[in-house]
């Protein structure tokens, strides 16, 4: 028998659930304790904006918002290992990466509160908005990818999916032409286990979702997703080698939902408490703290003081969203063309009498 | 008969027919287990396990193309587009291949399978949840669009929907899922596709509409009674192929007719009607046709998604109008 190919997916991980390095060789990210601290920070930032948002659906003050309990490492060390002119295109759950980014807290409550301003978001402003329609964004990281590839600029662009956004046509395609094309791009599945109901187990046959790469010819790697060491090598990684000229990534992050789906889900309808339960033994958030405050770079006083200045911070953001005016109700016909046509000027003026007269 | 939401006819529908047919199977994403995101599949995999009530991968590409195998391969699938927003990946099956099959193999294949999937807006949901884009689909040829307005009417268009030997997109209004119960006997009888139902008599106005504005509709028609106008409700409810001749002789007993859709007015279904009207109704018609429709721009996210909507009071402005003509 002759072999036309075989192929391995390699698993890393550097830190275990209690925060003890696992092996003797950690990776440079690993000593720089100054970054590493930023990075908590912005986890455990992101940890009290998420809390506060479901808090504030659940008062009727937000609509559906898709929470990111579980993801911050993951989401952490993709928003931090890029460049500010690389391109992000998200999904919709990826907060701690746009928060690095600059993207700010009351955005994205402007966006989950309905209105259309939270896409107008700081930070880099050639970055894709969230994209709900699941895992289109991977091609539009590959088309950007595809421009920075025509155009010689040494830009990477990143997407990310989750495993559910892994079985669609769109993630495949976006793999084959990165392969096909070369592209400096990145695709991340941040595998949560879950998509909505559906468990990984039943998105897909195959043992690893990297591995779908290897039939694009990508490069593929497969880490723990609540180590932020080993998600920021990968990234790191992967980054370089898409700037270097060396071809696409995929990087799956293996991590868990520890919220519902959204907070319109209610996730006690198909998942086991103890299988939750397990997986908080495993978040990310504890495991860094404990890392750091092993080697003297953390502590419970800095904890304390760190907690009270995030409540204050998101306290800030949250009254900047809630004293934002809702728009007005020609907002719905500004953007729609960058001249607006005569039919939709007619239009607008009609739907500012209706309101002139009626409210 | 017990009464009954939307929602829970549609509950029904599936499980009578399913009970009744080994054929049919119902796919889609979250169906099984969490029984849908909204619970229209909720109990039916318990009741029959999970090779006819199949989650499937999040590929609507996927549900589609499955669907038009199995259904070409003598299964009857009911398919569930999570929401309408997610139906544009399955289009290239049902353009290409599902309403085509009949055709182009001279009747050897068919394609007997439903789409269902929530539509429209008002229920303050996220981006690409609350379009209302059945004339997209109106286009097409050999293609049915379904769209109750009621518990009644959900239970018995869906159960024709299914036993209908052709492609049927079941658009299910979602803002009036559970708005009201109704008194429906689950005796697996089907009410007709392609035709309209009308839903009051009256004299001076025809109001036709469908979906989740017929709530509407009939309210516009109650304030029209108490200032002594009495309006015709028209409930399109099979929205291709259009029943045209319901509506033209409802207008040719008021010689008026205002139409009522959430969706943008620009090449909706109502400048159908309105362009049959001209056609075959110019002589009936005793002022121009009104339409009262959504704008032609994205229906906002939720801050400004009712000022999108067309209200009781535009459809009641629009019928005065046509009697001042
Ligand atoms: C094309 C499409 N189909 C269906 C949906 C409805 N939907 C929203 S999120 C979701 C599950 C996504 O799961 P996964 O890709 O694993 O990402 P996660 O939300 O778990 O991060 C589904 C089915 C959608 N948004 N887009």
């Known amino acids: ?359 | 008969m017990a009464e009954i939401t939307l929602i829970e006819g549609v509950t029904q529908a599936l499980a009578w027919e399913m009970r009744n047919d080994p054929s049919v199977v119902v796919l889609g994403e979250d169906v099984g287990v969490n029984g849908g995101v909204f619970r229209a599949t909720v109990g039916l995999q318990e009741q029959f396990g999970p090779w006819r009530v199949i989650d499937t991968p999040l590929c609507e590409t996927s549900i589609a193309g499955l669907t038009v195998g199995m259904a070409c391969q003598g299964l009857k699938p009911v398919a569930e587009a999570q929401f309408e927003g997610f139906i544009y990946p399955m289009l290239e099956h049902l353009m290409c291949h599902a309403v085509r099959m009949r055709n182009r193999t001279r009747g050897r294949l068919t394609c007997p399978l439903v789409v269902r999937a929530p539509w429209g807006g008002g229920i303050r949901a996220p981006e690409h949840h609350s379009e209302a884009n059945e004339a997209l689909f109106a286009n097409v040829p050999g293609l049915r669009i379904v769209i109750p307005s009621s518990p009644a009417r959900a239970y018995g268009l869906l159960l024709a929907a299914i036993r209908d030997p052709d492609p049927v997109i079941f658009f299910e209004p979602k803002r009036i899922y559970r708005q009201y119960k109704e008194e429906v006997s689950d005796d697996g009888e089907a009410l007709p596709l392609d035709v309209c139902f009308v839903l009051r008599d009256g004299r001076d106005v025809t109001l036709v509409s469908w979906g989740a504005t017929i709530k509407e509709t009939l309210e516009a028609a109650d304030a029209l009674e108490a200032e002594g106008i009495s309006a015709e409700v028209i409930d399109v409810a099979t929205i291709k192929p259009l029943d045209f001749d319901t509506i033209h002789e409802s207008v040719a007993k008021t010689g008026r007719c205002v139409i009522v859709h959430e969706a943008p007015k620009n090449v909706g279904v109502g400048a159908e009607i309105a362009a049959r009207l001209a056609e075959q109704a110019m002589y009936d018609l005793l002022a121009p046709v009104e339409r009262v429709t959504g704008y032609d721009t994205h229906i906002p996210l939720f801050r400004l998604e009712m000022k999108y909507l067309p209200p009781v009071g535009r459809i009641v402005e629009a019928a005065k109008r046509t009697l001042a003509a």
């Open chain 1, 1 to 359: 028998m002759t072999t036309a190919a075989t192929f391995e997916i390699e698993y890393r991980q550097y830190l275990d659930p209690d925060g003890h390095p696992i092996g003797k060789q950690l990776p440079a990210i690993a000593r720089d304790l100054d970054h590493l601290v930023e990075l908590y920070q912005l986890m455990s930032f992101t940890r009290v904006f998420d809390t506060k948002s479901i808090a504030l659906q659940r008062t009727g003050k937000l609509g559906t918002y898709a929470s990111c309990l579980g993801h911050e490492a993951a989401h952490a060390a993709i928003g931090s290992a890029m460049r500010p002119e690389d391109v992000l295109a998200p999904a919709y759950r990826e907060y701690a990466a746009q928060f690095y980014r600059g993207v700010k807290p009351r955005d994205v409550l402007m966006y989950w509160g309905g209105d259309e301003r939270g896409n107008d978001f700081s930070g880099p402003r050639h970055d894709f908005a969230w994209s709900v329609p699941i895992a289109t964004q991977c091609l539009h990281a590959a088309g950007s990818a595809l421009a920075f590839r025509i155009r010689g600029e040494q830009r990477v662009a990143v997407s990310v999916c989750g495993d559910g956004g892994s079985s669609k046509a769109d993630f495949y395609a976006a793999l084959n032409c990165g392969g096909a094309f070369e592209l400096p791009l990145v695709l991340v599945v941040v595998n949560n286990q879950w998509a909505i109901s559906v468990p990984r187990s039943k998105q897909t046959g195959a043992k690893t979702l990297a591995q779908k790469g290897i039939a694009g010819g990508l490069h593929c790697l497969q880490v723990d997703g609540n180590d932020l060491i080993a998600c920021r090598e990968a990234m790191d990684q992967a980054l370089d080698r898409a700037r270097s000229g060396g071809g696409a990534s995929v990087i799956e992050m293996v991590t868990y939902r520890l919220h519902d789906h959204t907070t319109a889900d209610d996730a006690r309808r198909y998942r086991d408490d103890a299988e939750v339960k397990a997986a908080w033994q495993r978040e990310p958030i504890g495991r860094l703290r404990a890392y750091l405050t092993r080697l003297g770079a953390w502590s419970d006083a800095r904890e304390d003081t760190w907690k009270a200045q995030c409540e204050e911070r998101v306290n800030e953001e949250v009254d900047a969203y809630l004293s934002t005016r809702a728009q007005p109700v020609e907002a719905m016909f500004d953007h729609l063309y960058g001249d607006t046509p005569l039919e939709i000027a007619q239009q607008r003026a009609l739907a500012v009498a209706r309101e002139v007269k009626h409210g």
